[in-house]
């Protein structure tokens, strides 16, 4: 049998002789079981390492496509250049196809495009739609993984999601907002940025739920459809504190914060509490002057590690068991320095 390497890298991963190595290979003697144990280990052993250096060669092309205001693709493009460099077997690279607003044959044509040209991976924001769900599926049957990011897709077109859990998200953005606005009677603003992003559909419903259930005081009003573009979202915060004098309390899911502080500040109104998503730099900014009561965030740099560790288990570059761990719900405030 001819040896699968070099007899001297065998013995020296075994830490055996290059004699002990020579007649066990080649039958010429009988050697102990425990020998042989060990030589079959430093095989294996080495047959893993040679498999990871070829893989180190290889390099990775992702494509992120998002639907989503510029202030959160600027943060997700940030996670990914920070992480990038750092994963490993493989090397990856990513290209960004962003707007705060698509038209859908736009977004079908941008992904039958990158179907057409071929891709290691696609991590994808964008809204769930029947089409959009049509063309995920045509893209993993074609070979490409899928994987949807902060909102999702249904399972059976995308290979994973990464982000929080949208609807807990809610839940405690909801439990938080109750215990800070007092038992006063009052409406609390929920703005979405589109019906479309099943993500922001979760949080609005978790947080309903648990607001009817623990704070029914407080009645939840819905605007959507801004796009968390500033100039629609600062439209709709007006019609909505124009026709309800009573909202005192704010949930934004889907962003604009400045257009809606510029709303408030408009009407003249009171605002006891702003509950809003994501550090951005925005964000931060808002947080750091105390316009924010607390931010529900997210590590983005994880998620972008699972992304591309996902595409990489796809690619048979990761054990067969690997998982990824769910990004936490966190909770930044004006004192957390941020």
């Known amino acids: 049998m001819r040896p699968p390497f070099p007899l001297k890298e065998i013995a020296l991963q075994s830490g055996l002789s290059l004699a002990t190595i020579d007649r066990a290979l080649h039958g010429r003697s009988h050697v102990a079981k425990a020998t042989q144990i060990r030589i079959e280990t430093a095989i294996a052993e080495l047959e893993q390492q040679y498999a990871q250096a070829r893989i180190a060669g290889r390099r990775l092309v992702i494509d992120v496509v998002m ?105 405690t953005a909801a439990y938080l907002l109750a215990r800070m606005a007092g038992p006063g009677p009052g409406k609390v603003l929920l703005t979405l940025s589109s019906a479309r992003f ?45 026709t309800h004098p009573d909202i005192r309390a704010v949930y934004s899911i889907g962003g604009g914060n400045r257009a809606i502080l510029r709303a408030f500040a408009a009407e003249k109104r009171r605002l006891d509490v702003f509950a809003a998503h994501d550090l951005d730099a925005d964000n931060r900014a808002l947080l750091a002057k105390g316009l924010l009561t607390f931010v529900i965030h997210h590590d983005l740099r994880q998620d972008a590690r699972n992304a591309c560790q996902m595409m990489m288990a796809h690619h048979r570059m990761l054990p067969k068991d690997f998982r990824i761990a769910p990004s936490r719900v966190a909770i930044a405030t004006p004192h957390e320095g941020v």
């Not at 290691?120 to 049957?141: D, R």
Request: hydrophobic share 40%; proline share 5%; glycine share 8%.
């Open 67 to 171: 639907e989503t205001p510029q202030r959160f693709s600027n943060a997700v493009r940030l996670a990914f250049e920070a992480e990038l460099p750092g994963l490993r077997p493989a090397t990856l690279s990513a290209r960004f196809h962003v707007a705060e607003t698509f038209a859908e044959r736009e977004l079908l044509s941008i992904l039958r495009t990158i179907k057409r040209r071929g891709s290691h991976g696609l991590v994808l924001k964008v809204p769930s739609t029947p089409a959009m769900a049509a063309i995920a599926a045509e893209l993993m049957e074609s070979g490409i993984p899928v994987v949807t990011l902060v909102t999702d897709l249904p399972a059976s077109v995308r290979s994973g999601y990464v982000g929080m859990d949208n609807r807990a998200a809610g839940k």
């Open 198 to 242: 099943s993500g922001e559909e979760e949080r609005e419903r978790g947080f309903r739920e648990a607001l009817q259930q623990d704070a029914s005081h407080l009645e939840p009003i819905t605007v959507s459809e801004g796009f968390g573009v500033d100039r629609t979202t600062e439209t709709l915060v007006h019609r909505a504190l124009a």
